[in-house]
């Protein structure tokens, strides 16, 4: 499978990286065969995350054994110091292991959080001193929230290596400033910051739990994923061909070796076919079927 | 995703296929304008002035809606591009960015001796349309119904897709230079919503048309729509071409 660098951190990762939540619905055989599976595929670079439900624990035992062959990302929802340095080692003990590689303040929404954050008593002065102990390898953070607190953020943290964020054609295709990602990719690849690229295989929403309760959802996806291999590779395709270094499996076990599969033959993608996936998702998003045209 | 406003939006097909055009300052005639998609493309590369041409007066209304709060620079003009209210050598900028498909071979030739009466020396033409479908394609069935229909009704074919060799010499016969050509949709996507759009124009056709005659022609669209859902076929051009400085070509 190809590999990129992630930003300046001096890791290769795998232009797909296991999205690890993925284990959660897994029983632990199941856990340690997908790992097996995923590590099969050349994948390198792992993403969990305490909130996960079980997932760090279900890694665990396949990450110590396999701990040389993967990077390691997890994140933090604590802004504060204390519940940073308190939700790190939790981590670490889950986990079992001495070292995260990249540890992401997870979602970040609005602004005072980044006051928060980078406050004296804040999430990051926890993870520097992790860093400084050997904890923590490396700095990122995550969000699904508006681009113009991301380029904050960029500003506003010195030492950030990695970001992660949405990047789909539905995503692409909008000028609006609320979902202009394409800003946030290209300013983190001027300051040569890692980037991850989530929800690339989002559809929609999931239809008002009035419809169609969660229970009943067929997939354990945050939103509708497409789940056709061909659409899994127009959507891996896509998103790796934007410039990320790295592309985010999605979180359902059912579509991770469709994509994983997809990520092993990625071969580019020409602009012509980008714009094709970007035109088909503004015509879907439409409500009212007026064009005849594109 | 948040809810839609009928926002700025500029497709990437048309940002693709003026990305390399001079606008800025220049005066454009987006030639069948449609909802907007260009105008608003161009608008946003700076323009200095839109004519927006239009034959639909629900489109001319939608440009307004969607370009015309935000500037002095567009004008909205409901007519016939066959003969337009444009003055001689007035205009930069000339783009059709699907217009082609929907002019029969004799509203194309009008067409395209208009833009060079109203084109300005050394011009610019940008000329964006569908190459023809491949036989394989299920969307040929419905185009095909779209068209039976509108030919009952109206003695004119609704689409016709012209290669994009053909749409330059057409052009090169009226002293137009050839300057680039690229692809901006491979493949085109004609999603669910397109489709019933071209269903939409089943329906209109047939209203004039004796019920034996224009039932089967709308039952026959639906089923394809719905058989066909969603489908990928063909591609999308974009050849752009330049109008000699002098002009001794009129
Ligand atoms: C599919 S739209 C083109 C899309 C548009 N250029 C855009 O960027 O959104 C075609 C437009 O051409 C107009 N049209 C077709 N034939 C015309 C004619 N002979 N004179 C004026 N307008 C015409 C139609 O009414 C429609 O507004």
């Known amino acids: 499978m190809e590999t990129r660098p992630l930003g300046a951190t001096g890791q290769e990762s ?45 890694l665990g035992p396949k990450l110590r054994q396999h701990r040389e062959d993967i990077f390691l990302g997890c994140k933090t929802q604590e802004r504060g110091y204390d519940g940073a340095a308190h939700k790190l080692e939790r981590s670490l003990d889950r986990l079992g292991v001495d070292t995260i590689d990249l540890y ?5 929404e609005y602004e005072s959080e980044l006051d928060e954050i980078t406050g004296d008593d804040g999430a990051l002065a926890a993870i520097r001193e992790a860093k400084a102990e050997g904890k923590v390898d490396h700095l990122g953070l995550t969000s699904h929230g508006n681009p113009d607190l991301i380029l904050d953020a960029i500003d506003r943290i010195d030492d950030l290596e990695t970001l992660m964020f949405p990047l789909n054609p539905v995503v692409a295709g909008k000028d609006d400033d609320e979902y202009d990602y394409e800003a946030v990719l290209e300013r983190a690849s001027e300051e040569n910051i890692g980037t991850l690229g989530i929800k690339a295989f989002a559809k929609g929403s999931w239809p008002p739990t009035s419809e169609l309760p969660e229970e009943d959802r067929p997939y354990a996806n945050w939103y509708e994923p497409v789940d056709t291999p061909e659409e899994i590779r127009d959507r891996f395709d896509f998103a ?44 879907d998003d439409s409500p009212v079927p007026e064009q005849l045209h594109h | ?97 699907g217009l082609c498909n929907l002019l029969d071979p004799a509203a194309l030739a009008a067409v395209a001796a208009e833009f060079s009466r109203v ?48 749409l330059r010499r057409v052009f090169a016969g009226h002293g137009w230079t050839f300057d680039r050509e690229r692809t901006l949709l491979d493949p085109v996507p004609w999603t669910a919503s397109h489709l019933s759009a071209h269903a939409g124009v089943v329906t209109d056709a047939i209203a004039g048309l004796p019920p034996e005659l224009g039932d089967p022609l709308e039952r026959r669209a639906e089923r394809l729509v719905e058989a066909i859902g969603e489908e990928f076929a063909g591609t999308m051009y974009s050849v752009a ?7 001794e070509t009129r």
Request: glycine share 8%.
């Open chain 1, 14 to 58: 795998t232009v797909a990286t296991f999205g690890a939540i993925a284990l959660n619905w897994l029983e632990q055989e199941g856990a340690n065969q997908m790992v097996e599976h995923v590590l099969d595929h050349g994948v390198n670079h792992f993403d969990v995350a305490p909130t996960y439900g079980d997932a760090e624990l279900k």
């Open chain 1, 240 to 283: 790796a061909s934007q410039g990320l270094s790295t592309v985010v499996t999605p979180g359902d076990p059912k579509l991770v070796s469709m994509v994983l599969d997809a990520a092993s033959r990625y071969d580019g993608m020409d602009e012509a076919t980008q714009r094709a996936l970007i035109e088909q998702s503004r015509h």
């Open chain 1, 104 to 108: 992401q303040i997870h979602g970040l």
């Open chain 2, 119 to 166: 084109a300005a020396a050394g011009c610019h033409l940008v000329v964006d349309d569908y190459e023809p479908l491949p036989e394989s394609a299920a969307v040929r069935d419905l185009f095909a119904v779209e068209n039976a229909a509108t030919e009952l009704a109206t003695g004119r074919s609704a689409l016709t897709f012209y290669p994009a060799s053909l």
């Open chain 2, 1 to 97: 995703m948040a809810e839609e406003t009928p926002s700025q939006t500029v497709p990437e097909t048309v940002k693709a296929a003026i990305a390399d055009r001079p606008v800025e300052g220049r005066v454009c005639l987006e030639a069948g304008a449609g909802v907007g998609n260009t105008t608003a493309g161009l608008l946003a590369a700076g323009a200095a002035r839109v004519y927006a041409v239009t034959d639909d007066p629900a489109h001319a209304a939608a440009v307004r809606d969607r370009c015309g709060d935000a500037t002095d620079r567009l004008v909205v003009v409901e007519g016939d591009l066959r003969q337009t209210p444009l003055r001689p050598d007035s205009v930069d900028l000339v783009t059709a960015h």
């Open chain 2, 241 to 247: 071409m330049t109008r000699p400085d002098g002009d």
